[in-house]
């Protein structure tokens, strides 16, 4: 309860600066390189999407923002031909497991509000949830089925910097409107979890079984797309 109130605190204090304030959202691709032990069971890159949206964005008067963050990233893929069942061996379908990595996290940036290129750096503080699942197409498209083999959760910190570069000019000496490239990279410092990567479901004779690994959860994301600025909901 302290931590919601001094959160509601600060964030009425940021609204005290300026009666009228840009807001921002973005979404980008994004790489995710796994780090420290994570690195040592995990060798493939991740690839997905992640988006943000500040609440306040860095004016020229106010050069901090604070927003959250959300983002999916796959780090990795399994795809076979199986019979669709005992007694329908001449149909198959396609089995496709997937382990993926949701993460979520209250966003805190410091930057230039003001110019063509605007440098910023990054603060982030948040969780991942981390789930196998496994799913049933029919030709490759049409579900059939799925479920969640395996899933767990990790808190997750850290920072990050980057530059936007502006691609679209918004109204006349304001930030509404405006558009511009998203350049970032973050490092996030994961806590323990328990998952499953490619391998570590072994089917045999009618049976699964799991071999779960447990190590922190660090990852290196590397992001581009677009950020787009407009006026407050506030105003």
């Given at each position: 309860m302290k931590k919601r109130m001094l959160f509601l605190i600060a964030f009425l204090t940021l609204l005290s600066f300026n009666k009228s304030f840009a807001q921002a959202g973005g979404l980008n691709i994004m790489l995710g390189f796994p780090a420290g032990e994570f690195k040592e069971n995990v060798i493939r890159t991740g690839f997905g999407l992640s988006g943000h949206f500040l609440f306040l964005a860095p004016t020229p008067d106010r050069?901090?923002?604070?927003?959250?963050n959300i983002g999916y990233l796959n780090y990795g893929q399994e795809t076979r031909r199986e019979p669709f069942s005992l007694t329908i061996p001449d149909v198959t379908v396609d089995v496709e497991r997937s382990n993926n990595l949701v993460n979520f996290h209250a966003l805190f940036q410091l930057g230039f509000g003001s110019g063509s290129v605007r440098p910023f750096?990054?603060?982030?503080?948040g969780g991942s949830y981390i789930f196998t699942e496994t799913t049933i197409r029919s030709r490759g498209v049409e579900?059939?089925?799925s479920s969640n083999?395996?899933?767990d959760?990790?808190?997750?910190?850290?920072?990050?910097?980057?530059?936007?570069?502006?691609?679209?000019?918004?109204?006349?000496g304001e930030d509404f409107g405006s558009i511009f490239l998203d350049l970032k990279a973050r490092y996030l410092f994961g806590s323990e979890a328990e998952y499953l990567k490619e391998g570590s479901v072994i089917v045999s004779g009618g049976n699964v079984t799991y071999q779960v690994t447990k190590s922190k959860t660090d990852l290196l994301t590397v992001h581009a797309g677009v950020v787009a600025y407009f006026s407050s909901i506030f105003n």
């Open positions: 050069p901090f923002g604070i927003g959250l750096v990054e603060g982030l503080f579900e059939v089925a083999n395996f899933d959760f990790a808190w997750s910190y850290g920072a990050g910097g980057g530059l936007l570069i502006l691609l679209s000019s918004g109204e006349e």
